[in-house]
């Protein structure tokens, strides 16, 4: 492995595009009672805010404006618009991938908002997604690990450590899309929105990737063959991704990476697992800030993003390498799904 200093690091860090697959900072900040989201303040109690961004090289990501089990959609809509709103000078509303080059080139923070377990805020109704649409929505999570009448898949997901023989029985006997789930997936593919897989059962995954018309995404997940656990993809899951032009994001959960030592080098491992199994397209970053409760991420907080470039430098990755992981992968998709609405 070759040496590499963290100055040496930090210069290529400089250089690259930073776009986060995953970060829940809107709906935790509502949850916690924000009004309005604060997150111009430097505030410990959290992952990310505009000052940490700045130095960890931050340019872009998918802020979650509406989840299964806590702030009420609208609300995180409308303070989330309204921040970008009050902060011209640091915020940026990504609705295509030339937002996301925008955002790097004037030193603001582009916001793709994205709602995960859709199917809680439908109520029933795909004019509900069209709806979300005309806010500036741009990604769309089918479910959040519910499942049942109502949902957009059939069955809930599993959390937790599981076996291989687990994951085989789920992809027979889980229940698949519902009805209602393949309407909203076929809308999200005509109205040019990102299809978000994370928390999907097995047998909702593989049905999603036969029938959806665009590439989609796992956008905080890992390598279920380096780290046995429910939310990580199977090696057949992550080829059938990658078969279809999507991209799966490395999350810094630590049980994701390792049951007992989750650190910054395993978390490249789980890439470079990735880079070599399908190839480097196929991979990025989904830290899920602010979304593991107490958990400490890998990467403790959104300055210290430098600590990964540097890892996947020392793990052999080239620059060109390193940067379709840090936002290349994820801006080609931008270009294959929400570009097509221009």
Not at 75 to 98: F, G, K, N
């Amino acid at each position: 492995m070759p040496q590499v200093t963290l100055e040496e690091a930090q210069e290529v860090h400089d250089r690259l595009l930073i776009i986060d697959g995953h970060n829940d900072t809107p709906v935790e900040r509502i949850h916690r009672g924000e009004r309005p989201i604060r997150w111009e303040q430097r505030d410990p109690a959290y992952h990310m805010d505009i000052p940490r961004m700045v130095e960890g090289g931050f340019n872009a990501g998918f802020f979650v404006v509406g989840n299964g089990p806590t702030a009420n959609v609208r609300v995180t809509l409308e303070q989330t618009l309204a921040s970008i709103e009050r902060y011209p000078d640091d915020l940026l509303l990504v609705q295509s991938s030339t937002d996301v080059e925008r955002a790097r080139e004037t030193g603001k923070i582009g916001i793709l908002m994205t709602i995960e377990g859709a199917g809680r805020w439908m109520e029933g109704e795909v004019d509900i997604l069209r709806f979300y649409d005309r806010l500036g929505v741009r990604c769309v999570g089918l479910t959040h690990g519910e499942g049942g009448d109502g949902y957009l898949q059939g069955t809930k997901s599993p959390y937790g450590p599981c076996a291989t023989e687990d994951r085989e029985q789920a992809r027979k006997n889980a229940g698949g899309l519902t009805p209602f789930g393949r309407d909203i997936l076929k809308e999200s593919n005509a109205l040019g929105l990102v299809t978000d897989l994370a928390h999907i059962n097995d047998r909702a995954f593989y049905e999603v990737i036969e029938r959806s018309a665009l590439p989609v995404t796992m956008t905080h997940t890992a390598v279920f063959s380096l780290c046995h656990h429910w939310r990580c993809l199977t090696d057949d899951q992550i080829k059938a991704l990658a078969g279809g032009g999507g991209v799966m994001g490395i999350a810094f959960v630590p049980s994701f990476i390792h049951p007992e030592q989750a650190t910054v080098d395993r978390l490249v491992e789980h890439i470079c697992y990735v880079a070599d199994l399908v190839g480097i397209n196929h991979v990025g970053v989904g830290s899920d800030f602010d979304g593991m409760g107490r958990t400490t991420p890998v990467v403790p907080d959104v300055s210290q993003l430098v600590h990964l470039t540097r890892s996947m430098l020392v793990h052999g990755l080239s620059e060109e390498e390193v940067q379709k992981v840090w936002g290349g992968n994820f801006l080609r998709l931008f270009k294959q799904t929400i570009d097509r609405r221009q």
